[in-house]
């Protein structure tokens, strides 16, 4: 047991991996997707659109088998899977109950899709590995291009259209009556859903995805109502989640995605723990 | 691109008799099946007209006439004076309560403020301390203060209804459109929120259009009603359209409408329609 957990936790030659230039790429690209990933996680709590995130991830991951089975680059296969996928499930629209079937649908075949392409690749194995689990070598300095540009975007769309966006998803029907375009936005965030999704893909794998687009956002509910607030808290935790997590993860040479998930489900856990003691419960009327 | 601010504290007085809302020879129809035709009604300023009738005989069509959501298909709509458009400030809009997910990390007071602006593009930094005035006061004229706080889903549906008339009201609208807010209210709350809407009427001249299927918990405030039945309407007070030959024509069938203790009650209606008992 103890042996597990030192190679778990060991700090050995910590300072000299810190100084590569690829741990720097990856702390980079990590505490980008940490910002985007956190202002994007409340909305998607908000919405219930944890399993459409999840789902998304999957293409994304059948995207990026695509891409490294004809050579182009996984970025860009992952990218256009989950828009693709984000596109269908926005298009579902908001009836909750067709929605998660076909998003069961779509996701058990793409994520077939994925299996088989990567079943035909003969490439390095660590690539295969590397979509579903995610690791740091993934990131290169081109990666850290597209992320960033896509990082401004993002956020750009958001500070634009936040407050339209908040209203739709936390109070559709009176928004539609004010004259939002509800389902215009429903396309629009599950395409930047898409776009961040692709993003995570690489670094903690299409597996673990939640973790850092959905934990920090539940987790940031339970404490606060206030929706700034809650983004702040999302931000806060995604970044300490992902951050920590690849720092957490280099001396013992394991997938970060480990780490991440760990760390975000402990905040996670914090956050219902101070909320217990914070308010009691009411009973929901 | 934040909404223009009269003064924060008290509603703008309405000045002119022009009436608040007007329809002329409106009609909406779906390819070939029309809802009603000829519909012409005026309300004025401080005027409550009850919506009533059956589903499917084109109540929330006329909702969404007036939110701008929706075209006629001939005739004209006006409210304040001019042809309604998505998001207009010059109309409130009251929805039936419905149940919100506990764990939604909304305020009662985000809930309000998004009513006042959050069909506005932008962050919206500039003007909030004007913006967060006039939350306080809409909050503070529907008694809801103390749980401006909390988080929406946690609250009873009545004061969640509270917060709706709040949300309705803040952006100071000539017209509140009421549709079905009392449903599934208890009688206690029924009576706050409609006395919320009276006294925003008396108190503003706001003209009030409450869409409802009951029209007893409203019936001491109707000035008139208008009474929507399969393409057949009656506009007129409540003695006038709320009579068994009245109803009888509407619905072409045998209707009683009977006065039990000041409540009407309306027997006979076929199931597909209307069917109220004095509950």
Not at chain 1, 33 to 54: D, K, N
Not at chain 1, 96 to 124: K, M
Not at chain 2, 48 to 74: Q, Y
Not at chain 2, 243 to 264: F, I, K, M, N, P
Request: hydrophobic fraction near 50%; include cysteine; proline fraction near 5%.
């Amino acid at each position: 047991m103890k042996d597990l957990l030192d190679r778990l936790l060991t700090f050995e030659g910590l300072g000299e991996l810190l100084a590569q230039p690829f741990v720097q790429n990856a702390l980079i690209a990590c505490a980008v997707l940490g910002l985007v990933a956190g202002l994007l996680a409340p909305l998607i709590v908000s919405r219930g659109m944890a399993f459409a995130v999840h789902g998304t991830a999957e293409l994304a991951f059948t995207g990026g088998a695509a891409a490294l089975l004809t050579g182009i680059g996984v970025g860009i296969g992952a990218v256009a899977g989950a828009v693709v996928a984000g596109l269908v499930f926005g298009f579902l629209g908001l009836r909750q109950r067709e929605r998660d079937s076909v998003i069961g649908v779509v996701l058990a075949f793409g994520l077939g899709l994925g299996v088989l392409l990567l079943g035909l690749y003969s490439g390095r194995a660590s690539n295969k590995f590397g979509l579903l689990t995610g690791s740091i070598v993934s990131v290169d300095s081109t990666n850290l291009v597209v992320l960033g540009v896509i990082a401004v975007l993002v956020t750009a769309v958001l500070a634009v259209l936040y407050r339209p966006l908040l209203f739709a998803s936390t109070d559709p029907d009176v928004a539609l009556a004010r004259g939002v375009p509800v389902r215009f936005l429903s396309l629009l965030f599950a395409v930047l859903i898409g776009l961040t999704t692709a993003l995570a893909v690489p670094i903690v794998g299409a597996i673990l995805v939640l973790s850092v687009m959905i934990t920090p956002g539940a987790a940031a509910a339970r404490v606060t109502a206030n929706p700034l607030m809650a983004t702040i808290l999302a931000v806060l935790l995604a970044e300490v989640a992902l951050i920590g997590g690849t720092v957490l993860s280099l001396a013992p040479a394991l997938p970060i995605s480990g780490y991440v998930a760990v760390i975000a489900f402990l905040g996670y856990l914090g956050c219902r723990l101070v909320a217990r003691f914070r308010r009691p419960r009411i009973a929901a009327a | 691109m934040a909404a223009p601010v009269a003064s924060p504290h008290l509603p703008r007085q309405r000045s002119s008799r022009e009436p608040a809302l007007s329809l002329r020879s409106a009609r909406v129809s779906f390819g070939t099946r029309t809802l009603w035709d000829g519909l012409d009604l005026d309300v004025a300023p401080g005027e409550f007209v009850a919506v009533l009738g059956p589903n499917g005989s084109g109540k929330t069509t006329l909702v969404r006439v007036l939110l701008g959501l929706l075209a006629l298909s001939a005739g004209e709509v006006r409210i304040a004076g001019r042809t309604p458009r998505r998001g207009s400030p010059s109309i409130g809009y009251v929805p039936q309560q419905k149940a919100l997910d506990p764990d939604l990390p909304l305020r009662g007071r985000d809930l309000v403020g998004l009513g006042l602006d959050g069909h506005l593009l932008g962050l919206g930094l500039r003007g909030r301390r004007a913006r967060r005035v006039r939350v306080d006061a809409a909050l503070a004229a529907v008694g809801g203060s103390a749980y401006a706080d909390a988080p929406v889903g946690r609250l009873s549906g009545g004061e969640q209804q509270r917060l709706r008339v709040a949300q309705a009201l803040v952006g100071d609208p000539d017209v509140l459109l009421c549709d079905e807010p009392l449903l599934s209210l208890d009688l206690a709350h029924q009576r706050v929120v409609t006395r919320l809407i009276d006294e925003r009427r008396c108190a503003a001249e706001t003209a009030v259009l409450f869409v409802t299927h009951e029209i007893n918990p409203v019936l001491p405030l109707v000035d008139r009603i208008l009474y929507l039945v399969g393409g057949r309407f009656r506009i007129g007070a409540t003695d006038e359209v709320m009579t068994s030959e009245v109803l009888s024509e509407l619905y072409r069938t045998e209707v009683d409408v009977v006065a039990v203790r000041g409540r009407l009650v309306v027997v006979g209606a076929d199931a597909h329609g209307h069917c109220e008992s004095a509950s």
